[in-house]
DNA sequence: GCTTGACCTTACCATTATGGTAAAGCTTAG
DNA sequence: CTAAGCTTTACCATAATGGTAAGGTCAAGC
């Protein structure tokens, strides 16, 4: 398991040539050591150079797209979309049409959730507030819940 | 595995009795069979009668909880949450306040993804609309996404 | 040198709600 | 009797993340 290979080096000259452990690069980039390990095995980055003792080293350069893929996670980007923003972020030919158009595409992702989202909560809502919210058992929330939908004749 | 017990009946007997097999009773309420199966191992519906050769056959009190179920999905509820509100549909003792409860907090949750979504639609949408979006690579999406955020100093 | 604690490694399991597949058994129409 | 179409269970897969366990490594202190 252990791979000597020419360039494997000490924990402690990585260190001193400006390399990062992985969890230096968690706390750099706020991503997870867990999903830098898993961003890896997805293939949205590739398999850095290990220590002699097999500890993965970061450069610079991962550290900044790590730093990417966060941003888009947290813009909601699917891994999926971030693997191809990536490339373009890293393919210097790219056309920014491309990247607005997964831009454009994921944003309408967004609004139909959020579409759904507000179509789901108006109809929670208007039952909660026919509700009077009491003791006694009767409950249009209920009620309404049981009955709006009809999916077949009743049998 | 095939249990014989006194009650357990031939499919053409439980037809006639107005008993419906897990096809019958998915076409009659949109949930597929499979997720009649699903919500029976998560205890959210009781395992019920079986016939003589295994089939599961379902009353019409069944069809109705799993109507009552499928609305509540439909309306954004988690399973742990239509647990309850299954049991407190079910339970002639309860208080509408309960289910009001639930049904507001569900809102909550709901006004909170919502909030999340608008907000990484509105950060996507103005990078969007500050790209040009043609042929040439320089684009404010990716450099947006690369530099907003900083969670850690400059290495 | 040896211990200790903090780190790293891989491998596995869990989450949520749903769909898919496969192998086998049952039912009913022809 | 056979073929189609149902049913059964038991797996596997999804997307992104967290957790755990068992073991190797490193650095500091005695």
């Known amino acids: ?13 990585a260190q001193a040539k400006g390399l990062h452990t992985i969890g230096d690069a968690a706390k750099l980039t706020g ?4 999903m ?3 961003y890896e095995t997805l293939g949205l980055i590739n398999p850095t150079d290990r220590t002699q003792a097999n500890y993965r080293v ?7 797209l790590l730093r990417f893929i966060k941003s888009a996670r947290d813009l909601g980007f699917s891994m999926k979309q ?3 923003l990536a490339s373009l972020w890293q393919n210097e030919q790219r056309s920014s049409a491309e990247v607005k158009k997964l831009a454009l595409e994921h944003i309408h992702e967004m609004d139909e959730r959020i579409e759904a989202l507000q179509n789901m909560r ?3 809502n208007d039952l909660a507030t026919r509700c009077h ?5 009767d409950c249009p929330i209920l009620d309404g819940i049981a009955c ?3 999916p077949g004749s009743n049998p």
Chains 1, 2 share one sequence.
């Open 122 to 124: 108006k109809a929670l």
């Open 133 to 137: 919210g009491d003791d006694r058992p």
């Open 1 to 13: 398991m252990h791979q000597f290979n020419a360039s494997a080096l000490e924990l402690a000259d």
């Open 58 to 64: 970061y450069q610079t350069r991962d550290i900044h």
């Open 82 to 84: 971030i693997a191809q």
């Open 148 to 150: 709006c939908k009809t």
């Open 31 to 34: 991503v997870s050591a867990k």
């Open 36 to 38: 830098i390990r898993h």
